[in-house]
Nanobody
Framework: VQLQASGGGLVQAGGSLRLSCLMS????????MAWYRQAPGNQRELVAR???????TYGDSVRGRFTISRDNAKQTMDLHMNSLKPEDTAIYYC???????????WGQGTQVTVSS
């Protein structure tokens, strides 16, 4: 199973970005999909998660600004990020767990930098 994250970049504060995660692999049925982020010197933190039934949860710092979505048929996940702040600067990682095996998978990360 491979997770490929894309869409990071440099944006000014107040701007928007969309991250995408493409998942591939035989016999892979993702249940939980999520975005985590890690800034230098900080622990990795949950940004948003979405389950197969489209239930979602968000980290307190991004709620109301970020929106997570998924396409089960295409096995993709997006994160729409609006009203970006310099404190959103981090490497963003996509994550997925398999519905049946509970195996957990991580993508390689994509850098998001928000300038003030």
């Amino acid at each position: 199973v491979q997770l490929q994250a894309s869409g990071g970049g440099l944006v000014q504060a107040g701007g928007s970005l969309r991250l995408s995660c493409l998942m591939s692999g035989n016999d892979f049925s993702p249940n939980e999909m999520a975005w985590y982020r890690q800034a230098p010197g900080n622990q990795r933190e949950l940004v948003a998660r979405i389950f197969r039934d489209n239930r979602t949860t968000y980290g307190d710092s991004v709620r109301g600004r970020f929106t997570i979505s998924r396409d089960n048929a295409k096995q993709t996940m997006d994160l729409h990020m609006n009203s970006l702040k310099p404190e959103d600067t981090a490497i963003y990682y996509c994550f997925a767990s398999d519905l049946w095996t509970m195996s957990r998978y991580w993508g390689q990360g994509t850098q998001v930098t928000v300038s003030s």
